[in-house]
Structures are given as C-alpha cells and as structure tokens.
C-alpha cells in the first residue's frame, strides 16, 4: 500500500513521471467516485510494524523518564526533575534518526516528535520550578513561557532535522503558548483574558495553516501535510475558546437562545470547512454542538430520549455531509469572489 508522500518521494526520486503520479491518483479518485484533493490524505501508519515501533518506544520513554526521575539533583521529591525530561528527549533524537531519517515510519516519527518537544519543554519548565519553587502567578507564567520556548526551538531543530510534518503544528503551538503565557505574566488574575488568548492564537496558526494551503491548493506535496496538522492544531483553538467564552459549558443547563447560536455557529463552522476543504473545525466544535442540541431536545419535552435523538441528527447529518461534500463544496466555492477562489483548494486536480 502507497500513500500520497510515497508517491511524491517516487517523482521527486525520478522513480516515476509526474504524469504517471497523476494518472494514478485520478484513476484512484475515478474508483472512489470522489477527488482526491478531498480526501484530506494524512500519513499516520505504513503498515502494522507502526503500531509495534510506537508500543515499544512509548515504553522504553516512559523507561527512560523513570530513570532520570531517579536523577534529582537537590529537586525535592514531590518536583519534577530535568533529568526526565532532558533523557526523554535525548533518546527520542536518538531513536528518530533511525525510525523517522532512515526507515521514514509514519506513528512512530509523530511519537517521537512530540517526546523530543515535550522532553525539551518538561527540561526546562523543571529547571525553572526547581530554581523557584514558590513562584506566583506571574513568575509562573514566566517559568511557563520559558518551557514554551524551549519546546518551540526543540520542534525548530526537529524540522530542520527531520521534516516531519507535524512539527510545524507543535512548533505554532508552542510559539503560541510563548505568546499567550508573556501575556499572562504581565496580566495576571483575569480569569476571560487567557481564552481571548488562545482564540487570537488559534486565528493565528489557522492563518498560517492556510498559507500553507494556499501554496499547495491541488494537494499533492508535503506542504498539505504541514498544513493539515496546522489546521488540526487551530481547530481546537478555536472551538474551545469561543464556546468557553460564550458560556456554553458553565452549567448543566443551556438557554434555548444560547443553544441555537452553538448550532448557528456549527453551521458557520461548516461553511469555513467546505470552503477551505478541511473538517477540523467540525470535529473540534462537535461536542458543543451536541450538547446544544441535547438541551434544545429536553426542553422541548424529549428528556428520556434527548441524547439519542441528538445524536441521530447530528450522526445524520454528518453522514449526509460526508457523501455529498463535493457537491456542497462546489455549491459552496462557486459562490465566493474570484479572489477567494483562487487561493482555496482546487474543487478537483484537473483545475491544476
């Protein structure tokens, strides 16, 4: 089985033609009845020996942590220690310039990208709790941007290295986190202020998310990888703080108001992820719709029956947008301006 990033290897090797790449892929899409580029491909296993790689790696890390935890330094025991984090990270370098450089093996590479980071960003965020174990607010935050930074040099030095393409996403995240945590440390104590935070950062990466997009709208280099993982990065950004902020979680209860406004917003949602041909904004805003519709169904007097329902529209209509996403894609992109469209995603490879 040959993914999308082998094919791009083998014309990019001189292995194949380009127009033999092409050929397959639209003869794959013929056979799915769908165009590839909306497919949203991402490469996450080549096989099972993945899952076998990631099992024993996860275990020989969490080995690892263990043992420099052991390591402390002067930490007192309830602390974290650097060590961890610093071992952690150092073997997850070392392991990747096998599994990732060499053998190009897809889970295990994303594991060991997000150990390197994390690794990295616990090292440091150790140091600083260790140094100041009684930090305020706005010291903490300090501490925190420190490990953020950290984490985002760690992810800069992986990509340069490896090029994997998640790590622009955890990278973004991570600068995020630099940007949002400074804010914190100058403004301590506004409990709104972190939310607004994260949703200007999530518009960021998003942002960014579609420059990428934007330099590859027929969706046939790495450069939509980056920008798939960018997306799955902001989506969540998004969602999380504008629903925090609109109260939709505060309590068990939701007005009908309220509720119809998480919906109008889902379908909003749904409009920006036709357009742009991504579903991470549906996915990342899915449990707050379902919660907006459950509470629309109790109060209209199905309460033994408000979770099934729910979830027989909301299932229902997912499906339904699944199969004929095409279609409402191009009912969708044929209506923007012309200066919209030529920057989204191509609706099939042969506008390419």
């Not at 290897?9 to 165009?35: F, K, M, N, S, Y």
């Not at 263990?66 to 007192?76: V, Y």
């Not at 053998?103 to 709790?129: E, H, K, T, W, Y």
Request: glycine share 8%; proline share 3%; aromatic share 10%.
């Amino acid at each position: 089985m040959y993914s999308e990033s082998d094919l791009q290897d083998a014309v990019a090797a001189g292995a194949i033609r380009p127009e033999v790449a092409q050929a397959l892929r639209d003869h794959v899409a013929g056979l799915r009845a769908t165009p590839l580029v909306d497919e949203e491909h991402f490469r996450l296993l080549t096989g099972f020996n993945d899952i076998f790689v990631s099992i024993a790696s996860v275990i020989l890390l969490l080995a690892v942590g263990w043992l420099g935890n052991a390591l402390r330094f002067g930490a007192p025991e309830h602390q974290p220690v650097f060590m961890s984090g610093l071992l952690i990270a150092a073997v997850s370098w070392g392991l990747a310039e096998y599994f990732t450089r060499t053998r190009r093996m897809a889970l295990p590479s994303i594991l060991l990208l997000i150990a390197f980071v994390g690794g990295a960003a616990f090292a440091v965020g150790a140091i600083g709790i260790q140094m100041f174990p009684r930090a305020g607010d706005s010291l903490g935050s300090l501490i925190l941007c420190l490990a953020a930074a950290a984490g985002a040099l760690a992810a800069w030095l992986h990509w340069r290295r490896f090029m994997v393409p998640i790590t622009v996403a955890v990278g973004a995240a991570a600068a995020a986190g630099v940007g949002v945590t400074l804010i914190l440390a100058a403004v301590p104590g506004n409990g709104t202020l972190p939310f607004l935070l994260l949703l200007a950062a999530g518009l960021a990466i998003f942002a960014l998310a579609m420059w990428w997009d934007m330099s590859d709208r027929a969706r046939t280099t790495r450069r939509s990888d980056v920008a798939f993982w960018l997306h799955l990065a902001a989506a969540p950004m998004i969602a999380h703080s504008l629903f925090h902020l609109l109260g939709v979680l505060d309590s068990d209860q939701i007005s009908v108001g309220r509720a119809v406004l998480v919906v109008a917003l889902y379908v909003a949602f749904g409009l920006v992820a036709l357009a742009i041909d991504r579903r991470a904004l549906l996915v990342s805003s899915l449990a707050y719709v379902l919660f907006a519709l459950y509470a629309l169904f109790r109060q209209a007097g199905a309460v033994e029956l408000s979770w099934a329902l729910t979830a027989l529209v909301i299932g229902s209509a997912l499906l339904l947008l699944s199969a004929l996403w095409h279609h409402a894609r191009a009912w969708i992109v044929h209506g923007l301006p012309d200066a919209v469209t030529q920057r989204l995603p191509y609706l099939d490879r042969a506008a390419a």
